[in-house]
């Protein structure tokens, strides 16, 4: 059964394990999902880090705060990045995201160049939380079909972290 087959946000094994510079990174991203939280605004969180090891990006969902309804995590990762940071450098890039990306924060990372995701919770646990309010839906679409029409290999990895991931979520979302 694929992971992204279960329907619960109940604590279960990581269907992705995670080495330990993933692991460090990816909880960097969750804690800038609880900081986006703390702010009044959705609760995601996410860092790009280089081939290198280098923090080249760090943001918080911020949607709230500024009313735009682009202000994702990982779009406003991938702003930071811009014009200063060449594409063969992110090609190597990991984008570390505290929730599987939406189909927008995919195509910014399609866009940019970006090589490699590794994320939190998956969308599927996700809409668990949000419910069935209509401004609370997202287009169910896996950020893995996003990548997999991209003419340039990226690599995901997730959901992982599952239960650090699920965290800022829980008492969050209205249903």
């Known amino acids: 059964m694929s992971a992204l087959m279960f329907a619960t946000p109940a604590p279960l094994e990581d269907p992705m394990p995670l080495g330990d510079a993933d692991g460090t990174y990816l909880r960097q991203a969750i804690a800038l999902s609880h900081t986006a939280r703390a702010r009044g605004n959705r609760p995601f969180g996410a860092v790009v880090v280089g081939g290198d090891g280098k923090l080249l990006a760090e943001a918080y969902c911020n949607t709230t705060e500024t009313g735009d309804c682009t202000g994702h995590a990982e779009t406003n990762a991938v702003r930071q990045l811009g014009p200063k940071v060449p594409r063969e450098v992110l090609s190597n890039a990991t984008l570390y995201s505290s929730g599987e990306p939406c189909v927008m924060c995919a195509g910014a990372i399609f866009w940019s160049g970006i090589g490699r995701v590794v994320f939190g919770i998956d969308a599927v646990r996700l809409r668990v939380f949000r419910g069935e309010r209509a401004e609370q839906r997202d287009a ?20 992982a972290l599952l239960d650090e991931a699920s965290l800022p979520h829980v008492g969050f979302w209205k249903s």
């Open 140 to 159: 169910e679409l896996s950020c893995r079909d996003v990548f997999a029409a991209s003419p340039h290999a990226i690599e995901c990895i997730g959901p």
